[in-house]
Every structure is written in structure tokens, then in C-alpha cells.
């Protein structure tokens, strides 16, 4: 574990992946056409946090997010509809 | 498992940085298919450990999880288990993965340190103390815009907020072109997911929050999950994506990806891997050129722009025989 978290390794190696230390994405060189994605990894990401730790499968808010968008882009909800069944679901689960 | 067990806080400080045994053999379970990337580092790893083995099993992601659980049960499964950043605390609490904070104390972990590690939140226990595994690799997700189809459209920046996405869209709708393509059905893996959520954080809401008490409770209105939903919407409703986007699910949709190829295309919002995998493409087809696309982080509403880190963790089979080669 300690060598596949490694620099060497992920400088060499695993060379399509982007390490998940602070230090080493910092390190890892971002062509000028990707640097929006450095910024996005150092300025503007979060991870899950909540949604992973708390009751509610991520699976099962994925699957009702798009089945509640699904249902207002089609027309077969409106969008208020839609979103309290989203809401609603979601607050079930938790 | 014996080893494991014998171990006390007071072995621990030689775990992972201590010789290696003779002759033993690790199983590293690996989910992606850069498998040769992989394999060169192992070999590497075997070269300076005389005596430690290692084989690479693999399995797909969407199997993977449930396998350890059922194989760590019964004493079995791989030595290491590569897993997706959101399943270690269910492996943690099945008792899969083996308590690492003790270890970690001691030998550390990374070129830094364990706090140096992007969302270590969500490799602790229902405790919130145990550490069950390690975060290894990440992603998220940016923009993408096609410049020469800006420059045709006279856009002249990227936008900064979601309603200037939609205005440079219809900018695009009137050169002929497609504005921001993205894929709006609905299978299980589908994109409408990540657009949700990067819109709802950007302004200040999150389908689950922290209630501050121990446990979890909705983060956003109907009302503003409603105003999401008009804004993407709204794309379809004046033909501002791709064409038959509500039949398409995968974010890198060949439908999403060669419009941004052949320039007629303003935007998509891509997972970096994606992205690299399409720059290189357009770099194949049209060698010695100049490249047409530039990056930026995603729109943004009241708040920041804001993506998640995706990724993959490790955990040590809680079963393992060999927690000093397999932490190394």
C-alpha cells in the first residue's frame, strides 16, 4: 500500500491517474489545456462526505434523482412535482 | 487472520517498514484496465522486495464490492482490495477491511502524512474514529469548451455562472451549433446525477447534509431542486444540447464527444480521464495543429464552483496473513 501511494509510482507507472495526497496532485504536472481541471481538483471539489456516510444508499439517490428529473423532462411531472418526490425520497431514506 | 490478531500495539511500529519475509506471496485485487501500467509497478515493487510476489487478480467494480464482503467472511479475498473511494466505510463496517489507525500512527502512510489525503472522510467507521482504508487515486470532473466554436459564436470568455452557460449557448444555437452537450437520460449510471450536484453545491444546497447531531437530513428545498431541474430543462426545451440527449446516459457518450471533436460543439463537463482521452484524440486526428479546446472549472450559482473527488481507496484485507508485505 505504501508503494502504490507512492510518487515514484505515480509518476512512472499508474501515470494516467491523479494521486489522491494534496502534495502530489500539487506536484503532478497539468498541461496548459487541463489546467481547469487543476483548479477544479485544488479550488472546487468536495468529496461525498454525507452522502456516503449517512443512511441513504448513494445508488438508490442516483437512480430517484434522474427518475425525478426524467419524469419533468418528459412532461409526465412538473418540475415542482418532481422535485418533492425527490426531496421526499431522499428524506425517507435518511 | 492469526497474524493479524497477534499483533500488538507494540509490533506495529516495524509493520510496514521492516524487512520483508522470504517467500511470500501477496494477492492484489485491481478494478480498472490499465492493467499493464499496474503490472510494470508491481514488478518494480517485487525488484526491490526479494522474496514478496505479487499477483494482480482483477474484477470488475460493479462486482467487487459484494465479492470481498462474501470472501472476507468466510477468512478469504486478496491480501489488498482496490475499491471505489465511497464503498470503504460499508467494507469497514462488514469487518473487511483491517483497522489501519494504529498502523498508520506508527508508520504513517503517503509521501505525507494521512491528513495530506483528500477525502478522508469517508474512510472512517460508523465510530468516525476507525480508519478502514486508504484514499489511492482521484478525479473530478471540469469544463470543457471547444475555443473555435467561441470565437464563431464571439464568445469571448468562458462563463463564469451557470446562466452564462445558457446565454453562450444560445449564442451557439444561433451559428447552428449544439451549446453545452450533456446526456440527460436516466440509467442507473447516469450523468443527470454529477449535473445535479454540481449545480445544487454551487448554490448553496446539498441533497444530504450533516444535521449537526449524529445524523443526516435533507440540505435542499423542492424549490431550489425544482429550479435545477427548469435549468437543465431548458436546454432541451430550445434544442440547446445534443440532439436526443434524453436516450443517452454515459457522460462520454460518443454523441457528447465527437460534436466537441468536430467543432460543433461549445461545452461538456467531463471527468478528467475523459477529457484526456478526448484531447488525445482530437491531437491523433489533426496532428501539428492547434488545439481548440481550453478547461475551466464548472459554473458556478451564489456559491463556488463546485465538483466531488471521485476516486479509489485501498484496504487491507482484514484477513491477511501478511499485513507488513501488503502494507509496504
Given at each position: ?39 477544479q ?25 434522474s ?8 412532461g ?19 | ?73 468466510t ?78 459564436a ?15 449557448s ?33 448554490d ?77 484524440q482530437?491531437r ?45
Amino acid at each position: 500500500m505504501q508503494w502504490l501511494n507512492s510518487w515514484e509510482f505515480f509518476e512512472k507507472y499508474n501515470t494516467g491517474w491523479y494521486p489522491a495526497q494534496k502534495a502530489l496532485l500539487a506536484r503532478k504536472p497539468f498541461p496548459a489545456e487541463m489546467e481547469g481541471f487543476q483548479k477544479q481538483f485544488t479550488d472546487g471539489a468536495r468529496s461525498w462526505g454525507p452522502y456516503a456516510l449517512g443512511p441513504a444508499a448513494i445508488a438508490n439517490m442516483w437512480n430517484q434523482t434522474s427518475r425525478s428529473f426524467g419524469a419533468a423532462f418528459i412532461g409526465e411531472k412538473t418540475s415542482e412535482e418532481a422535485a418533492q418526490e425527490l426531496v421526499d425520497y431522499v428524506d425517507n431514506l435518511l | 487472520m492469526l497474524a493479524t490478531a497477534l499483533l500488538g500495539a507494540g509490533a506495529l511500529g516495524a509493520l510496514w517498514t521492516g524487512a520483508a519475509r522470504a517467500d511470500t506471496e501477496l494477492t492484489f485485487r485491481y478494478l480498472l484496465d490499465n492493467v499493464d501500467e499496474i503490472q510494470a509497478g508491481l514488478d518494480q515493487f517485487e525488484a526491490d522486495n526479494p522474496g514478496i510476489t505479487v499477483t494482480m487478480e482483477r474484477m470488475s467494480f460493479k462486482d467487487a464490492r459484494d465479492q470481498f464482503i462474501r470472501e472476507t467472511a468466510t477468512g478469504a479475498g486478496p491480501d489488498l482490495q482496490h475499491s471505489a473511494f465511497v464503498w470503504i466505510k460499508d467494507l469497514g463496517t462488514a469487518g473487511a477491511c483491517l483497522p489501519l489507525n494504529d498502523i498508520i500512527a506508527a508508520e504513517g502512510i503517503g509521501e505525507v502524512g494521512f491528513e495530506d489525503f483528500v477525502a478522508t472522510d469517508l474512510v472512517y467507521g460508523d465510530d468516525r474514529e476507525t480508519i478502514h482504508g486508504v484514499p489511492y487515486a482521484t478525479d473530478t470532473w471540469a469544463m470543457v469548451y471547444n475555443t473555435d466554436v467561441m470565437a464563431e459564436a464571439g464568445i469571448e470568455a468562458v462563463p463564469e455562472t451557470w446562466d452564462d452557460l445558457l446565454e453562450a449557448s444560445r449564442k451557439v444555437k444561433e451559428i447552428g451549433k449544439i451549446g453545452f452537450g450533456f446526456a440527460a437520460g436516466t440509467s442507473a449510471a447516469n450523468s443527470i446525477w454529477f449535473l445535479a450536484n454540481f449545480n445544487w453545491w454551487s448554490d448553496g444546497g446539498s441533497l444530504v447534509v450533516d444535521d449537526g447531531k449524529g445524523g443526516y437530513e435533507v440540505g435542499i428545498t423542492a424549490d431550489q431542486v425544482a429550479g435545477v431541474i427548469d435549468y437543465y430543462k431548458t436546454y432541451l426545451d430550445e434544442d440547446l444540447t445534443i440532439p436526443g440527449s434524453l436516450g443517452i446516459s454515459a457522460w462520454d457518450d460518443p454523441a457528447i464527444l465527437e460534436p466537441m471533436l468536430s467543432g460543433e460543439q461549445l461545452a461538456a463537463l467531463l471527468p478528467v480521464t475523459t477529457a484526456r482521452s478526448m484531447i488525445a484524440q482530437w491531437r491523433e486526428r489533426n496532428p501539428g495543429e492547434e488545439l481548440p479546446f481550453t478547461t475551466a472549472m464548472t459554473p458556478h450559482g451564489s456559491g463556488k464552483p463546485t465538483t466531488h473527488l471521485g476516486g479509489q481507496s485501498m484496504c487491507i484485507n482484514a484477513n491477511t496473513e501478511h499485513l507488513e508485505e501488503t502494507g509496504s
